[in-house]
């Protein structure tokens, strides 16, 4: 086994991108209140979040290698191995995401946007409701992928996680990626900030709202965490 490229730079990118804009949700949603200014930042970052997710899905089909959707492990007896392999012996490795990150990430991937959809109907008490459940699932999902992160590390002596900084993971030698696709990647930083700028630059702090850039409608960052979209 040798250390490999497996994650481009696209793909890292995404990754701490996501996970910043999520962390940025819980820390305004638990650290302000909801009639204070700043909470409606809580709000602002999971749009963001969502947009991320659409960047994500296209990575999925134009990606590189392990980041397509056919490389997800999903079938139980793949699952069922695995897992059995984590606790009795050696891992079984998988050059890009194993079972466990395949099955959290899509877990987290069909959060986001159950949570700005019930977000933005707020108005609704089901809503409400159901974006606190799903607010704590998110919050389950982050903690069991880090917890199994934590866990491979000290039980495999393998820090996998250093992967998503530097790209490059313990595999076969004919396993890797060719390229870290640095020109890719500053595509979509660009793509990433001129939206994240066209959305902070619709919102209006004294009214409360904000324009999703490429959808007509206004999204109203209201009181009592309602979220209001209409055209």
Request: aromatic fraction near 14%.
């Given at each position: 086994m040798h250390k490999v490229l497996i994650w481009d730079l696209p793909t890292r990118i995404f990754h701490w991108a996501l996970a910043g804009s999520i962390g940025a949700t819980f820390v305004f949603a638990y650290g302000f209140d909801e009639n204070d200014s700043r909470f409606q930042w809580h709000m602002l970052a999971g749009l963001i979040a969502a947009f991320l997710l659409v960047v994500r899905v296209v990575l999925g089909f134009v990606g590189t290698r392990y980041v397509q959707w056919k490389y997800f492990f999903l079938r139980p007896a793949d699952s069922l191995s695995y897992f059995r392999s984590l606790f009795r012996g050696p891992a079984i490795l998988y050059a890009g995401h194993n079972p466990g990150t395949s099955l959290v990430a899509l877990l987290m991937f069909a959060l986001i946007p159950l949570l700005v959809l019930t977000g933005i109907t707020q108005e609704?008490?089901?809503?409400?409701?159901?974006?606190?459940?799903?607010?704590?699932?998110?919050?389950?999902?982050?903690?069991?992928?880090?917890?199994?992160?934590?866990?491979?590390?000290?039980?495999?002596?393998?820090?996998?996680?250093?992967?998503?900084?530097?790209?490059?993971?313990?595999?076969?030698?004919?396993s890797g990626i060719t390229s870290a696709r640095p020109w890719t990647a500053l595509v979509l930083v660009v793509v990433i900030a001129a939206w994240v700028n066209a959305l902070l630059g619709t919102y209006d702090t004294r009214q409360a709202t904000v324009k999703i850039p490429g959808l007509s409608g206004v999204v109203h960052l209201g009181e009592n965490k309602k979220w209001k979209f209409w055209d």
């Amino acid at each position: 086994m040798h250390k490999v490229l497996i994650w481009d730079l696209p793909t890292r990118i995404f990754h701490w991108a996501l996970a910043g804009s999520i962390g940025a949700t819980f820390v305004f949603a638990y650290g302000f209140d909801e009639n204070d200014s700043r909470f409606q930042w809580h709000m602002l970052a999971g749009l963001i979040a969502a947009f991320l997710l659409v960047v994500r899905v296209v990575l999925g089909f134009v990606g590189t290698r392990y980041v397509q959707w056919k490389y997800f492990f999903l079938r139980p007896a793949d699952s069922l191995s695995y897992f059995r392999s984590l606790f009795r012996g050696p891992a079984i490795l998988y050059a890009g995401h194993n079972p466990g990150t395949s099955l959290v990430a899509l877990l987290m991937f069909a959060l986001i946007p159950l949570l700005v959809l019930t977000g933005i109907t707020q108005e609704w008490e089901i809503s409400e409701d159901l974006h606190a459940g799903l607010a704590i699932a998110l919050a389950v999902a982050v903690g069991l992928h880090l917890a199994g992160l934590a866990f491979y590390t000290i039980r495999q002596r393998d820090n996998i996680s250093a992967a998503m900084v530097t790209g490059y993971k313990t595999a076969p030698i004919n396993s890797g990626i060719t390229s870290a696709r640095p020109w890719t990647a500053l595509v979509l930083v660009v793509v990433i900030a001129a939206w994240v700028n066209a959305l902070l630059g619709t919102y209006d702090t004294r009214q409360a709202t904000v324009k999703i850039p490429g959808l007509s409608g206004v999204v109203h960052l209201g009181e009592n965490k309602k979220w209001k979209f209409w055209d």
